[in-house]
């Protein structure tokens, strides 16, 4: 009965470095998140994986920032170059998706990853 | 576009009633949730509204909706320390295509 796996759960990385975050959803989810958390602010949407559809990236803040997901499962977020403005927490969700009459779209959030940049 | 908007903070007296206020841009919003995140915490779900509904009632929890307005709000009676979290609105269209949007989050702090 695994939830929705987040690694790292804590990232320290130097201004200029790259990084990688890696999710792991609830299987059989087709539908998958990536939302950034700064603190005191609300959750921000970066970009949205729906099965075999092409992503909706449409929340990604700049260039640097690039997401996959290989397999229809796993999903990994990319940041090039990190900027201190990039700290935050980094939550990934799934869910069944909005198809069907009885599904409601619940979201089920990982721990997230906290990045920090120095 | 899409946008959700929620107040940052609400303080209340332990026992009293806690309502959270949010609204709401996109006409086409279908399914309209409440999420809580406990200090330390994931979100969860804590409960959701279909948009032709009006009220929806949980126990302690009471979800309004009025359309017209694009106005979402949750009752909490009797608020326990244990409410002490922060709340986050989020809505969708019913569509496999349609990402689901949070506000900025509620942050309630229950005073004794």
């Known amino acids: 009965g695994a939830g929705v796996s987040q690694s790292p759960s804590n990232k320290v990385t130097e201004k200029g470095k790259d990084v990688e975050l890696r999710c792991d959803p609830i299987?059989?989810?087709?539908?998958l998140y990536w939302y950034r958390q700064s603190l005191g602010q609300g959750l921000e949407f970066l970009i949205y994986?729906?099965?075999?559809?092409?992503?909706?990236k449409s929340g990604l803040p700049s260039d640097r920032f690039s997401a996959e997901r290989t397999g229809g499962s796993v999903s990994t977020l990319t940041i090039q170059r990190t900027q201190q403005e990039d700290s935050a927490v980094y939550l990934c969700?799934?869910?069944?998706?909005?198809?069907?009459?009885?599904?409601?779209?619940?979201?089920?959030f990982g721990e997230g990853s906290r990045l920090t940049v120095l | 576009g899409e946008d959700v908007e929620q107040s940052l903070f609400l303080s209340v007296r332990e026992g009293d009633s806690s309502v959270i206020n949010c609204t709401y841009t996109?006409?086409?919003?279908?399914?309209l949730y409440w999420y809580k995140q406990e200090p330390g915490a994931g979100l969860q779900l804590l409960t959701y509204?279909?948009?032709?509904?009006d009220m929806k009632q949980d126990q302690r929890l009471t979800v309004l909706l009025n359309k017209k307005d694009k106005h979402l709000s949750l009752r909490i009676a009797d608020t326990q320390t244990g409410d002490s979290a922060i709340y986050f609105c989020?809505?969708?269209?019913?569509?496999?295509?349609?990402?689901?949007?949070f506000g900025s989050g509620t942050r309630l702090s229950i005073r004794p």
């Open positions: 969700a799934s869910s069944l998706g909005l198809t069907g009459t009885v599904n409601t779209g619940e979201l089920f």
């Open positions: 299987s059989g989810h087709t539908a």
């Open positions: 994986f729906q099965g075999n559809s092409a992503p909706d």
């Open positions: 996109d006409s086409s919003s279908t399914y």
């Open positions: 509204i279909f948009s032709n509904m």
């Open positions: 989020a809505e969708t269209r019913y569509s496999s295509a349609s990402k689901i949007i």
